[in-house]
């Protein structure tokens, strides 16, 4: 199986803030990665899909890098609604494994 | 607009079955697979399995192979995870999503399993 190292596990920051998580597959992926936002009693949102393609309706504050084994989800200036946790899976091979996540929070 | 409902929550007890159902609408349901994920209690998120409705076939993840069964019924454009012999570490939130080649872009609203006795 895949592995997916996520950092970090957590985050504070602030409103206005530039915020980058970063994904490490144990083996090369392509660029099949994608990033989701989850908040609590909601069901995960994908925000960018194939490393760096944003899901329609998302805003452009959020953008993704990356392929081969690292990759990287931006958030270019943090809104209050940001706050949440951010989970990125590989869909390379099965299983689809989730990184670990990383929990942003309010500074 | 592509949307998936699933059942309402259950509580089970230690060695039941649970079957959890997810409906879809705005979409042609044939067409895409439906992968399924859960999330334990302060947990992160869990890839499961897949189904393609078209031909039945399925795909799940080592660590549920004889205990997760994933079936469909085109005539209702629904989808459903069943997995037995629960266990107390399998109290969840279990999701279906829509599968679009290489992401899942639809999600149900999650069904809440509790295992206790």
């Known amino acids: 199986d895949i592995h997916i190292a996520q950092s970090p596990s957590s985050l504070s920051a602030s409103i206005g803030d530039r915020v980058t998580f970063t994904c490490r597959a144990s083996?090369?992926?392509?660029?099949?990665l994608n990033w989701y936002q989850k908040k609590p009693g909601k069901a995960p949102k994908l925000l960018i899909y194939?490393?760096?393609t944003l899901q329609s309706g998302v805003p452009p504050r959020f953008s993704g890098a990356g392929s081969g084994t690292d990759f990287t989800l931006t958030i270019s200036s943090l809104q209050p609604e940001d706050f949440a946790t951010y989970y990125c899976?590989?869909?390379?091979?099965?299983?689809?494994?989730f990184g670990q996540g990383t929990k942003l929070e309010i500074k | 607009q592509g949307q998936l409902v699933q059942s309402g929550a259950e509580v089970k007890k230690p060695g039941a079955s649970v079957r959890v159902s997810c409906k879809a609408s705005?979409?042609?349901?044939?067409?895409?697979?439906v992968h399924w994920m859960r999330q334990a209690p302060g947990q992160g998120l869990e890839w499961m399995g897949w189904?393609?409705?078209?031909?039945?076939?399925?795909g799940y993840a080592q660590k549920f192979q004889g205990r997760v069964t994933m079936t469909r019924d085109n005539s209702i454009s629904t989808a459903y995870m069943e997995l037995s012999r629960l266990r107390s570490d399998d109290t969840a939130v279990y999701y279906c999503?829509?599968?679009?080649?290489?992401?899942?872009?639809?999600w149900g609203q999650g069904t809440l399993v509790t295992v206790s006795s």
């Open positions: 899976q590989e869909t390379y091979d099965t299983p689809h494994t």
């Open positions: 999503a829509r599968y679009a080649g290489s992401y899942c872009d639809y």
């Open positions: 194939a490393a760096s």
């Open positions: 189904i393609n409705p078209h031909t039945g076939n399925t």
């Open positions: 705005g979409y042609t349901f044939s067409v895409y697979h």
């Open positions: 083996q090369t992926i392509d660029n099949s």
